[in-house]
């Protein structure tokens, strides 16, 4: 096949692995997988609001997150992902799914287990747990998650977060309505954000034990209170030793003049939390731009078929000769 090359002038052979090289480096900083949603504003006359939804990928360290997948519909908001499995969903139904980042396909996994949740985390030691709504619809209980066969066992206390709620407040056990709509983990200690009271919850994983990190309200507290919407978390390998070190989450609405009778606006901030205080800090933003999940993984997708990485493979070969 060299042939097909070897015709080639040498310029063109250079600008094309030029080409080559920026897009593998693209690819390497795309180490954080969001499943969000792209707010077109409705042009007079045009069209309507257009909301879009894609696979995003950002980087850790500048929160601006790009499209990887084509626009798409049906991803799920809870994802998950590990080096072993890669990203993972769980999708509306109970259903365990494999996602492909750059094609958006879902391939299920095991069976639907009939239950319904926005968070989903896989901890370092590889098990996977969800936080299902109650017949309340009320999250109170993660339930670990068998990543072969998609069945779910509750773990704990069915007024667990609740519990841990009414009791640092002071309010009587059976108060607390929490809606735990995210999971995260680091060092295999699993957290959620807690909308009702807008506060960062632990969970020991071990025996399904919930407690407020710092003070009830701390997401959402002092000049943080402009912000809302905080559905996604992640543990992020910031140092690359391959386990989970930052616990990263999003900040989908600012609300400039903390007025809640007039519009918010689209932020699509990606927060940093403190694991001590339960407090956070904006790495980055992305205007019109809101997400459902977060998940990270070091596989690294590739975009080219076989084919065409044997094809790159042998323009660079082409170049360096
Ligand atoms: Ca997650
Ligand atoms: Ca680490
Ligand atoms: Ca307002």
Not at 16 to 39: F, P
Request: with cysteine; aromatic share 8%.
């Amino acid at each position: 096949m060299n042939h097909i090359f070897t015709s080639r002038p040498a310029s063109k052979s250079v600008v094309m692995a030029i080409g080559l090289l920026l897009s593998v480096g693209q690819a390497q900083a795309a180490t954080i997988y969001a499943s969000g949603q792209r707010l077109i504003p409705a042009v007079p006359g045009v069209h309507d609001d257009l909301r879009e939804n894609f696979i995003y990928a950002f980087d850790s360290s500048t929160g601006i997150a790009t499209p990887v997948s084509p626009e798409t519909t049906g991803l799920p908001s809870a994802l998950a992902g590990t080096a072993e499995r890669g990203l993972l969903g769980f999708a509306s139904g109970g259903q365990l799914v494999e996602i492909d980042p750059l094609t958006a396909n879902l391939t299920p996994i095991g069976s639907a287990n009939g239950l319904s949740s926005t968070g989903f985390d896989i901890l370092d030691d590889q098990r996977g747990f969800i936080i299902p709504f109650d017949s309340n619809f009320n999250t109170q209980q993660i339930h670990a998650l068998d990543l072969a066969t998609g069945m779910a066992t509750p773990k704990g206390s069915a007024t667990a977060v609740g519990d841990a709620i009414d009791e640092i407040r002071g309010t009587p056990l059976g108060t607390a309505e929490p809606f735990i709509i995210s999971l995260g983990s680091v060092e295999n200690q699993l957290y959620g954000v807690d909308l009702d009271t807008d506060s960062l919850i632990h969970f020991n994983p071990e025996t399904g034990e919930a407690a407020v990190v710092g003070s009830v309200g701390a997401v959402t507290s002092g000049d943080r209170s402009i912000y809302s919407g905080f559905a996604a978390l992640t543990g992020v390998d910031t140092n690359q030793d391959g386990s989970f070190d930052a616990l990263f989450g999003n900040v989908n609405f600012i609300d400039s003049d903390n007025d809640s009778d007039t519009p918010s606006e689209r932020l699509g901030g990606i927060a940093r939390f403190n694991l001590t205080d339960g407090t956070w800090e904006l790495v980055g933003t992305n205007p019109g731009v809101i997400f459902f999940g977060f998940a990270r993984t070091p596989i690294q997708y590739s975009q080219s078929s076989p084919d065409l990485r044997l094809r790159e493979f042998i323009i660079c070969r082409n170049f360096v000769v």
